[in-house]
């Protein structure tokens, strides 16, 4: 019995791989989306927090985007304790559900015409062949692919299938809980992020609100937890615990949702080999310093889905996505950010964190500065032309 054929299986149905999705099926071509899971988005230990350029880009309706913020909080743990609250003049990101956003891409991916399977747990990839092999039901299943994505994380198949993808290791990687809570009228307008050199060395807690839910967090590096990944793994519960009982707007709660995985600290050193490609955390696509990744995953999940097509069309077996994406800034700019943690973590063991959080938060505030008049001059002029 010959196997299915796909111009493109995409590994993972989170931000990236429903980006490549998106934009391998606009092109024409035959794609299939696999998720492990049965609702995309569902275990995934992240805060929610999406740049407004990106949310505006995709354009999302309400029921998505359910809560804009103009307004970051950073707050210093120690001697003494300091807060530091950033007000833009404009919102400056949305909050999702990641369930409600993961599948909205996917349902996006669907009616262009792409094939989306859950429940479906990838098991090996040919990289010569393109035969993709995964589980659903208790069945093994077979399918063949000109290229394959790998969209599924920090612990990606990727590095195992090929000579691509992130690598995790205790430096490199943060160890990330969450905990939901249903909070009606909690009152939080801002992203509030906590930072205690005592308790998370290398790491944040952090407060991300939606319309009814508070989405409260902690990440850090898992060297820094002693004993590695399995220490981290063990002492991030009681650490949040600790955390939330200092939470007025949940006293008496539980968790209606409790989250949990890994978040990749730099960028893979190569993000394509032959017919496979890495993108979003599967790559090392994020921001060390914020540990933000949803921009990153759709913008290089976008690029991955128009390079297959490229060279789908040209009927070639190599796409040029790893030297389009590694030329960009955007990677250019977090492979920067990496090697600015990385010293700082050996320089500066215990206040890293926090000195680099400080110095970016100065940079977003100047440039914000100085975007404000800019725009409005920019605004005046356009509707001066109109006049």
Known sequence: MSMKRYDCAIVGAGPGGGAAAIAAADAGLCCLLLEARRTPGERTACGGGLAIGTARELELPASVAEQQLAAMAFHFRGA??????????????????????????????????????????????????????????????????????????ATTLAPRMGDLGFISRPDNTIGAIAWEYEAPGHGYRRFDCYYDKVTVPWGYYWIFPRADVLNIGVGIVLDAVRGGAKGGGAGLPSLL??????????????????LGGLVPLEPAARVADGRLLAVGDAAGLVNPITGGGIHHAIYSGRLAGEAVAHAWKRGSSKTPYG???MRSPSYRWLSLLAS????????????????????????AETVDKIDRPISRFLNWRAASKWQ
């Open 323 to 325: 030297r389009w994406l």
């Open 80 to 153: 003494p304790d300091t807060s530091r609250v950033w007000e833009s003049w404009r919102p400056i990101g949305v909050t999702v559900d990641r369930r409600r956003f993961d599948s909205h891409l996917a349902g996006r991916a669907q009616a262009l015409g792409a094939e989306v399977v859950t429940e479906a747990r990838v098991t090996g990839v040919d990289r010569d062949t393109g035969v993709v092999e995964y589980r659903q039901g208790g069945a093994v299943r077979r399918i063949a692919a000109s290229f394959v994505v790998f969209a599924d994380g």
């Open 340 to 363: 600015v943690t990385a010293y700082g973590h050996r320089s500066w063991p215990g206040t890293a964190f926090v000195r680099l959080t400080r110095a970016l938060t100065t940079f």
């Open 241 to 258: 615990a600790r955390f939330t009982d200092s939470i007025p707007a949940i006293q008496g709660r539980h968790p209606t949702r409790r």
